[in-house]
C-alpha cells in the first residue's frame, strides 16, 4: 500500500506463487486508474489500467481490482517470475486526463 | 527504434548553478512531461505540454522551467532557485485522445547531483 517516507513498503513472494500488491486512495473524484512497474534505474513501465465504471480488469497475467466503496486498488500478478521483482505504483487520475497522481510505491521482491 | 532518450543519464553541478536535461521522443506523441523522483517516493509532476509552444505547471514547478519549442522535444531547466534539486528526473510522452490516457511512455531517467 502506500507509505511515507524512504521505506518503501516490500513485499517478497515465492517464484511461482501469486503476488498481491495494494493501493490506496483518497480522492473521491478520481475515475481512473493505472499501475506502473519500474525496474531499478529505469523508468516506469506501463502495466494495466481500469476505469471507475469497471471492478476488474485482466491482462496477460496481471489483474486489477478496484473497490470504489474502500477507495482501494490491487495489482495481482500470477505465477510471479524473477523478472517480476520491481517497484510497483498505482497512479489515479479525475475526469479520466493524463495528469497522474503517483502513490508512492511497494517493492516487490521474487525469492528463487 | 521509437522512445524517449533523456539526457545527460548521470549530471553533477555545484549549487548555485542552472542546469538543462534533454528530453527528445520519436513516437510522434502530442504530450509531453517531466517528473521527479526521491528515493522511496512516487513520481511527482514539474511540468507538462500538450502542444507545442504551450506548457502547464505541474505540482512542483518552483524552480524549474521549460520549453516546447518543437514536437519532439521538451528540455528542462533546473535553475539555482529549486531548494533541493538532488533527484531522478523522468521525462514521458503520451497520446492524447487514446483509450488509455495514463498510458506515459518513460524514458530511463537522467540523476542529477548537486554537489
Known amino acids: 500500500g502506500e507509505s511515507v517516507g524512504l521505506h518503501l513498503p516490500t513485499l517478497s513472494v515465492q517464484e511461482g506463487d501469486n503476488s498481491i500488491i495494494n493501493c490506496a486512495y483518497s480522492?473521491?473524484?478520481?475515475?481512473?486508474f493505472i499501475w506502473y512497474k519500474q525496474e531499478s534505474g529505469k523508468g516506469p513501465q506501463f502495466i494495466i489500467d481500469?476505469?471507475?465504471?469497471?471492478d476488474k480488469r485482466q491482462g496477460q497475467r496481471v489483474t486489477v481490482l478496484l473497490n470504489k466503496t474502500v477507495k482501494h486498488l490491487s495489482l495481482q500478478i500470477a505465477a510471479t517470475q524473477p523478472g517480476d521483482s520491481a517497484v510497483y505504483f498505482c497512479?489515479?487520475?479525475?475526469?479520466?486526463?493524463?495528469?497522474?497522481?503517483f502513490g508512492t510505491g511497494t517493492q516487490l521482491k521474487v525469492e528463487l | 527504434d521509437g522512445g524517449i532518450t533523456q539526457s545527460p543519464k548521470y549530471l553533477f553541478r555545484k549549487e548555485g548553478q542552472n542546469v538543462t536535461l534533454s528530453c527528445e521522443q520519436n513516437?510522434?506523441?502530442?504530450?509531453m512531461y517531466w517528473y521527479r523522483q526521491d528515493p522511496g517516493q512516487g513520481l511527482r509532476l514539474i511540468y507538462y505540454?500538450?502542444?507545442?509552444?504551450?506548457?502547464q505547471k505541474g505540482d512542483i514547478a518552483e524552480g524549474y522551467s521549460v520549453s516546447r519549442e518543437k514536437k519532439e522535444s521538451f528540455p528542462l531547466t533546473v535553475t539555482s532557485a529549486q531548494k533541493n534539486p538532488t533527484a531522478f528526473y523522468l521525462c514521458?510522452?503520451?497520446?492524447?485522445?487514446?483509450?488509455?490516457?495514463?498510458?506515459?511512455?518513460f524514458g530511463e531517467g537522467s540523476r542529477l547531483t548537486v554537489l
Open positions: 513516437l510522434n506523441h502530442d504530450a
Open positions: 497512479a489515479e487520475t479525475p475526469g479520466g486526463g493524463n495528469k497522474l497522481t
Open positions: 505540454s500538450q502542444i507545442v509552444n504551450d506548457f
Open positions: 481500469i476505469r471507475s465504471n469497471m
Open positions: 480522492n473521491s473524484a478520481s475515475d481512473y
Open positions: 514521458a510522452s503520451s497520446v492524447l485522445g487514446s483509450g488509455s490516457p495514463g498510458e506515459l511512455f
